[in-house]
């Protein structure tokens, strides 16, 4: 079945460590690809999305997530965590020509003051 | 400001009753989705409208029904069917604009079964 995958249920970082949250899909031909971020106790959140161009993409907060076609991936990275950034992290796609997002099952972060 | 309402926040509900979820938005946005989050399961789609008096099952769409008789209302029915029925259910509108997509998403409802 066609799917969305994250690689990791759980990670535990110190402040200032870097990020990366792997993703990856099963979806052939073109696709949209999206991270999430939930905020305990708050709704989902659009960190980034990537349609076309540019491959390497920057969202909110100093995240940024690279598409790589070729290993149908799009991890998302930050190259120094914050203890605010403890969340959960959900990558999402939608395939091409439909309309309906499919979501990775979420990693949770936690980050160490 | 627009956006979408997900009514009522906490539900409770008992053993073989159906209850309703409300998911209203003014966005003017042609399609709308629901979702079931749980814990390390990610979000599951559960049911999702293109258009007006038309929609399609999703992934896990067994013990659920909806409705679209309004553009902008989109409830969902969790049915005495549904085996497991605790969960966040959140709902979503989509706008689909010069090739790229656009989701928005409601606050969410909290079902517990009692």
């Known amino acids: 079945a066609q799917s969305v995958s994250q690689h990791n249920h759980h990670v535990i970082l110190s402040e200032a460590a870097s990020l990366e949250l792997g993703c990856n899909y099963s979806y052939g031909g073109t696709v949209n690809l999206f991270w999430y971020v939930q905020y305990p106790g708050q709704h989902l959140q659009l960190l980034l999305k990537?349609?076309?161009?540019?491959?390497l993409v920057k969202g909110i907060k100093g995240f940024e997530a690279e598409f790589i076609k070729s290993k149908f991936s799009f991890n998302l990275r930050k190259p120094s965590v914050q203890w605010s950034d403890t969340a959960e992290y959900f990558c999402?796609?939608?395939?091409?020509?439909?309309?309906?997002?499919?979501f990775g099952a979420g990693t949770r972060l936690t980050v160490k003051p | 400001d627009g956006g979408i309402t997900q009514s009522p926040k906490y539900l409770f509900r008992k053993e073989g009753q159906n209850v309703t979820l409300s998911c209203e938005q003014n966005l003017n946005h042609d399609a709308m989705y629901w979702y079931r989050q749980d814990p390390g399961q990610g979000l599951r789609l559960i049911y999702y409208s293109q258009i007006v008096n038309d929609f399609q099952k999703g992934d896990i769409a067994e013990g659920y029904s909806v409705s679209r008789e309004k553009k902008e209302s989109f409830p969902l029915t969790v049915t005495s069917a549904q085996k497991n029925p605790t969960a966040f259910y959140l709902c979503?509108?989509?706008?689909?604009?010069?090739?790229?997509?656009?989701?928005?998403f409601g606050s969410g409802t909290r079902l517990t079964v009692v």
């Open positions: 999402a796609v939608i395939p091409y020509n439909n309309n309906d997002m499919r």
């Open positions: 979503a509108s989509s706008i689909d604009r010069e090739g790229w997509k656009g989701y928005t």
């Open positions: 990537y349609f076309s161009g540019d491959p």
